[in-house]
């Protein structure tokens, strides 16, 4: 099973973007989830979404991201508005802390640096 997320970059404060995970040699219907990871901290959760769709978010991000998945393509997408030099962190899509399955391999993440 191989993770690749992309999509960050460089923003301003207020600005938005949108990332994409592709989840590619094994199962996708199952919870799914972002993660990030800021310099000299712990990886945190950002987001969940359940195979049914259902979503939830760190209290640190509600109502300004939104997670969604497209199981035809087998991938999860993180749309994050309003950023914050706060949200400055690696971003990592995985399985959901709860699934029997967590952690799959780490990928590379993708990088999202938000200036003020």
């Known amino acids: 099973v191989q993770l690749q997320a992309c999509g960050g970059g460089l923003v301003q404060a207020g600005g938005s973007l949108g990332l994409s995970c592709v989840v590619s040699?094994?199962?996708?219907?199952?919870?799914m989830g972002w993660y990030r990871q800021a310099p000299g901290k712990e990886r945190e959760v950002v987001a969940i979404i359940t195979s049914r769709g259902v979503a939830s978010y760190a209290d640190s991000v509600k109502g300004r991201f939104t997670i969604s998945r497209d199981d035809a393509e087998k991938t999860v997408l993180l749309q994050m508005n309003s950023l914050k030099p706060e949200d400055t962190a690696v971003y990592y899509c995985n399985v959901a802390r709860t699934s029997s399955y967590y952690p799959l391999p780490w990928g590379r993440g993708t990088q999202v640096t938000v200036s003020s």
């Open positions: 040699g094994g199962i996708f219907s199952i919870n």
